[in-house]
């Protein structure tokens, strides 16, 4: 069974701080890792996928890969309200096209 | 980023009425696409993978002959709920698979149809 795990939140931090979210995956053989954003009543958006170990960076969005200790994390700095959302981790394993989805978490920006 | 549409984006209907939603791939062609379900405040429950040109596949649980799924063209995807009740009422996305750019195999979700079941 292929997990991904994700705290479920909220995740609480104030503008302009960096949020920091955490995704853990049960699958080595896993070979992408992508991040959604979903605002409440919306479909999911993607922010940004990542593929190799370090740090990917795109904007005030950066995703970081550590495969051999299976997590995968966004941090998103400068943290605006408008960034609150719930955020879902989206995994794919070697061969398979069809993703497993964490639960997502909720972060709350407060001005 | 690619884009796909949904259609109808809401939809009311009566108890035993069938609802056709429509999902399109509007700028890439997508050989793979996915229905989800979502119920408020929950996480996305895939129903089904839909193949252009072949038979759906269901995930455990989905009844295959109430979600009719139809994947004709590889930018067309059509989810039938049949005989809908009130407990079918939900959020439904659909999802197209992009192979199109180099490494990166990604899925573009559609903006969602909510269904209400009175």
């Known amino acids: 069974q292929k997990e991904v795990e994700q705290n479920s939140g909220p995740l609480s931090v104030p503008e302009g701080a960096i949020a920091s979210l955490n995704c853990t995956y049960s699958?080595?053989?896993?070979?992408?890792f992508f991040w959604y954003r979903q605002y409440s009543g919306k479909s999911p958006e993607l922010i940004m996928f990542?593929?190799?170990?370090g740090d990917k960076e795109d904007g005030r969005f950066t995703a970081q890969l550590n495969k051999a200790s299976q997590y995968v994390s966004l941090l998103i700095r400068d943290s605006q309200p408008s960034d609150s959302a719930t955020y879902l981790c989206a995994v794919f394993s070697g061969g398979s096209y069809i993703p497993t989805f964490g639960r997502g978490t909720s972060l709350i920006v407060h001005p | 980023g690619a884009v796909v549409s949904q259609h109808p984006s809401r939809v009311i209907c009566k108890s035993g009425t069938s609802v056709k939603i429509e999902c399109r791939s509007l700028d890439f062609q997508a050989t793979t696409m996915f229905w989800y379900r979502q119920f408020p405040k929950q996480s996305l429950m895939l129903m089904a993978t839909s193949n252009e040109g072949s038979k759906a596949t269901y995930e455990q649980g989905v009844e295959k002959d109430k979600f009719l799924i139809n994947h004709a063209s590889l930018t067309l995807s059509t989810l039938t709920v049949t005989s809908a009740h009130p407990e079918d009422s939900s959020f439904y996305i659909c999802?197209?698979?992009?192979?199109?750019?180099?490494?990166?195999?990604?899925?573009?979700f559609g903006p969602g149809t909510r269904l209400t079941v009175l």
């Open positions: 999802s197209a698979r992009d192979t199109s750019g180099g490494n990166a195999d990604t899925q573009y």
């Open positions: 699958d080595r053989g896993s070979q992408s």
């Open positions: 990542i593929y190799s170990n």
